[in-house]
């Protein structure tokens, strides 16, 4: 069992910078791809960005790309989201996300996630 808590958001405006940060615990958090998943009011929960367990691979949303950057600390159980360039389009409430599953594509199939912490980007 994985416990996973995010933290880091707030209100900011367009253009400004913030890291949301995901502190994981229980379980070995080097054996769990981590995930960034977002999930605006009425859509879809849609993916962010993702890294694999050594930190050697991420993957981003085409939404985010250059802009957004994942980062994992193992030793710190630590996952984190460095967003750059923010926009309003950006809102929503941000979920951090871990998976066992080794194969198949990172956008999907997550086991654990956090309660979600709420990036707001004004006009």
């Known amino acids: 069992q994985v416990q996973l808590v995010e933290s880091g958001g707030g209100l900011v405006q367009a253009g400004d910078s913030l890291r949301l940060s995901c502190a994981g615990s229980g379980g070995t958090f080097s054996s769990y791809i981590m995930g960034w998943f977002r999930q605006a009011p009425g859509k879809e929960r849609e993916f962010v960005a993702a890294?694999?367990?050594?930190?050697?691979?991420?993957f981003y949303a085409d939404s985010v790309k250059g802009r957004f950057t994942i980062s994992r600390e193992n030793a710190k159980k630590m996952v984190y989201l460095q967003m750059n360039s923010l926009k309003p389009e950006d809102t929503a409430v941000y979920y951090c996300?871990?998976?066992?599953?080794?194969?198949?594509?990172?956008?999907?199939?997550?086991?654990?996630w956090g309660q979600g912490t709420q990036v707001t980007v004004s006009s």
């Open positions: 890294i694999r367990r050594s930190g050697s691979s991420t």
């Open positions: 996300a871990a998976r066992s599953r080794s194969l198949g594509s990172v956008q999907v199939n997550y086991d654990y």
